[in-house]
């Protein structure tokens, strides 16, 4: 095999255990995330503030993390940032009150978006060297790895504190990393211009029509995170505090939305090679929003009669919102890094900044909704709006997106931003 295929598909593993580690730290955490509440004593609106400031952190990461990829290259930054990340997931078992909730947020902040934007990169890599869809599937693994820890984390939460379990989790990963991060892609893969005259230059600013093309797809991206906040954020605090689900089985409706994040990435790259991205992202992310609110609804009308019954209908309704919105994240990063002439690093964080931006705003938004009106009516209101990224991601489709993609050239000046 040639030694630049060899360097492919050891990365092409690499990037994927480096993704389902993160989903572990994330999948450890969320359905425990009503205890650490419980621990902080915060109101809806103290806890929902905390994860809105953790927007700004990543907004922050992003930008630190891209300039750091420039420097010294995406392997090196994942490779080394990943082990704050751990630190910084494992911090939320420390924090005793609000203030030190958000801090431990923003610091997650800044640490999971700089590992994000770099670990995207890789990735982005990967799938234009293998020359076919690559990034739902290694999001697919973020989602494996979600699940196998939310599933643990949730059997185990009557047994072992919170601090344990993310101690045990956090450990394992540092572990795997070690070894497999030597398999990442190095620097001299990375998009670097002044290497290559088809590439914009670092110096030269991104112009207008391809910055707000990003600025269309960061907003597309930002919505359906939004409403993936609703399971990893609130999910298990609106079962417990809103629906009356006990600790423990509270964090089903967090395994039940990974098992179908799981498949959707898995499967869905053969449909989208065959129909294109924003047929596929559309159709699909129609029927999960509609089939969430539709479920979700059901669930809190059977909130004062049958726990079973909600609990069950909680679980369909957060796999519904899975199927919908599973590949529409990498959907708008893959549309991003894949802007010929622009690096992928510099893409991606554009999108990443602008998405911290809108997240702050919208989680925001979200704890105002919670505190003054209730959970279930926010979580309500943000699925809704889900609807807006199924509009959005018609500029998933080449045809709409060429007028905002122009060929760089370093004697390019105008239009610039």
């Given at each position: 095999?040639p030694?630049a295929?060899?360097?492919?598909?050891?990365?092409?593993?690499?990037?994927?255990?480096?993704?389902?580690?993160?989903?572990?730290?994330?999948?450890?955490?969320?359905?425990?995330?009503?205890?650490?509440?419980?621990?902080?004593?915060?109101?809806d609106?103290?806890?929902?503030?905390?994860?809105?400031?953790?927007?700004?952190?990543?907004?922050?990461?992003?930008?630190?993390?891209?300039?750091?990829?420039?420097?010294?290259?995406?392997?090196?930054?994942?490779?080394?940032?990943?082990?704050?990340?751990?630190?910084?997931?494992?911090?939320?078992?420390l924090?005793t009150?609000?203030?030190?909730?958000?801090?431990?947020?923003?610091?997650?902040?800044?640490v999971?978006?700089?590992?994000?934007?770099?670990?995207?990169?890789?990735?982005?890599?990967?799938?234009?060297?293998?020359?076919?869809?690559?990034?739902?599937?290694?999001?697919?693994?973020?989602?494996?790895?979600?699940?196998?820890?939310?599933?643990?984390?949730?059997?185990?939460?009557?047994?072992?504190?919170?601090?344990?379990?993310?101690?045990?989790?956090?450990?394992?990963?540092?572990?795997?990393?070690?070894?497999?991060?030597?398999?990442?892609?190095?620097?001299?893969?990375?998009?670097?211009?002044?290497?290559?005259?088809?590439?914009?230059p670092?110096?030269?600013?991104?112009?207008?029509?391809?910055?707000?093309?990003?600025?269309?797809?960061?907003l597309?991206?930002?919505?359906?995170?939004?409403?993936?906040?609703?399971?990893?954020?609130?999910?298990?605090?609106?079962?417990h505090?809103?629906?009356?689900?006990?600790?423990?089985?509270?964090?089903?409706?967090?395994?039940?939305?990974?098992?179908?994040?799981?498949?959707?990435?898995?499967?869905?790259?053969?449909?989208?090679?065959?129909?294109?991205?924003?047929?596929?992202?559309?159709i699909?992310?129609?029927?999960?929003?509609?089939?969430?609110?539709?479920?979700?609804?059901?669930?809190?009308?059977?909130?004062?009669?049958?726990?079973?019954?909600?609990?069950?209908?909680?679980?369909?309704?957060?796999?519904?919102?899975?199927?919908?919105?599973?590949?529409?994240v990498?959907?708008?990063?893959?549309?991003?890094?894949?802007?010929?002439?622009?690096?992928?690093?510099?893409?991606?964080?554009?999108?990443?900044v602008?998405?911290?931006?809108?997240?702050?705003?919208?989680?925001?938004?979200?704890?105002?909704?919670?505190?003054?009106?209730?959970?279930?009516?926010?979580?309500?209101?943000?699925?809704?709006?889900?609807y807006?990224?199924?509009?959005?991601?018609?500029?998933?489709?080449?045809?709409?997106?060429e007028?905002?993609?122009?060929?760089?050239?370093?004697?390019?000046?105008?239009?610039?931003?």
């Amino acid at each position: 095999m040639p030694e630049a295929a060899e360097v492919v598909l050891r990365a092409k593993r690499s990037v994927a255990t480096g993704f389902f580690l993160a989903g572990v730290t994330v999948g450890t955490l969320a359905p425990r995330l009503a205890e650490v509440k419980i621990n902080t004593s915060a109101s809806d609106s103290s806890y929902g503030t905390a994860f809105a400031i953790n927007s700004i952190g990543a907004l922050v990461g992003f930008l630190v993390g891209a300039k750091a990829a420039q420097s010294v290259g995406t392997k090196k930054i994942a490779s080394i940032i990943f082990y704050l990340m751990l630190i910084a997931n494992f911090s939320f078992s420390l924090a005793t009150n609000a203030v030190m909730l958000a801090l431990v947020a923003i610091s997650s902040g800044v640490v999971y978006s700089m590992f994000n934007v770099n670990m995207n990169s890789q990735g982005v890599l990967v799938e234009q060297r293998l020359g076919r869809s690559f990034m739902p599937r290694a999001h697919a693994a973020w989602s494996l790895g979600s699940l196998v820890a939310g599933l643990a984390s949730a059997a185990v939460a009557p047994y072992l504190s919170v601090m344990m379990t993310l101690a045990i989790a956090d450990i394992f990963c540092a572990i795997v990393w070690l070894f497999m991060s030597r398999g990442l892609m190095p620097h001299q893969y990375d998009d670097q211009p002044k290497n290559d005259s088809s590439q914009l230059p670092h110096s030269k600013r991104i112009p207008s029509t391809t910055f707000l093309f990003l600025l269309v797809l960061a907003l597309g991206q930002s919505i359906s995170m939004l409403a993936e906040g609703a399971v990893g954020d609130w999910s298990s605090v609106l079962l417990h505090e809103d629906l009356g689900i006990s600790i423990g089985p509270n964090g089903y409706a967090f395994v039940a939305f990974s098992v179908m994040h799981l498949l959707t990435r898995y499967f869905m790259p053969r449909f989208i090679d065959r129909s294109g991205l924003h047929r596929v992202v559309r159709i699909v992310a129609s029927i999960g929003v509609t089939g969430f609110i539709a479920f979700h609804l059901l669930a809190l009308s059977l909130r004062d009669q049958n726990l079973n019954w909600v609990l069950i209908c909680s679980c369909i309704a957060y796999a519904f919102l899975a199927f919908g919105l599973g590949v529409m994240v990498p959907a708008f990063a893959t549309a991003a890094g894949g802007i010929i002439g622009l690096p992928s690093a510099r893409a991606l964080m554009v999108l990443g900044v602008a998405g911290a931006l809108i997240l702050w705003i919208g989680r925001t938004l979200l704890s105002f909704l919670a505190e003054n009106y209730s959970l279930p009516f926010a979580i309500t209101f943000f699925a809704v709006l889900a609807y807006g990224s199924v509009y959005l991601a018609k500029f998933l489709d080449p045809k709409s997106s060429e007028s905002a993609l122009p060929k760089f050239s370093t004697g390019q000046r105008d239009d610039l931003v």
